[in-house]
């Protein structure tokens, strides 16, 4: 059965703290990619109602700073289904106090589901609803073709 992707949908949002920082005063990367790689297993979790692991992380690029005491939104939706695989994008804001949001990252992670023995397992369809929807599916078809061809070439 077909599921669609508003219902694994996940949005998460910080205030950044002190202990967000790095040496710099600005939000730490790796605290960054621990809050868009939980909110991708989230989006996972909830269409596959499995288990999932992180295969991979693609394009990580850092667009703008965040500083103390700034909103940080994180969106996280499922673009792509393979047979046990699925792909999540995650889009990182900065969100100012009048709801304007500013892109500081979009990631795509491809999570695979498992069962109790750590098994690859069947993943839902993803229903289609929308021409946006159709152009990510598409896309993300790409990707996972570059995907084992990096695989293949071992970079
Ligand atoms: C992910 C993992 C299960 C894939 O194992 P595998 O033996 O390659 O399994 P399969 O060949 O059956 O592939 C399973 C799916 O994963 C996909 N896949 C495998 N390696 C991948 C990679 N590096 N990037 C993206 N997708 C990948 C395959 O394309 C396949 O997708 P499909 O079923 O939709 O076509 C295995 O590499 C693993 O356990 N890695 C560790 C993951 C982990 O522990 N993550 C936590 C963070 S450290």
Known sequence: MKKRAIESRVEQVYQIRPEHLNGAGRLF??????????VAGLVGIRHSQCNVITASVDNLKFIRG???????VL??????????????RVDTYVEKLNGTR???NRAYLTLVTVDE?????????LLIESIGQQAEWEAGQKRKEFRIQRNKEGF
């Open 102 to 104: 500013y892109p500081v």
């Open 75 to 88: 969106v996280g939706t499922l673009t792509w289904v393979g047979s046990t695989s699925m792909e999540v």
């Open 29 to 38: 990367g790796g605290r960054l990619m621990e809050w868009i790689d939980e």
């Open 117 to 125: 023995t750590g098994k690859p397992t069947k993943v839902p369809g």
């Open 66 to 72: 965040v500083f103390q005491n700034d909103l940080v």
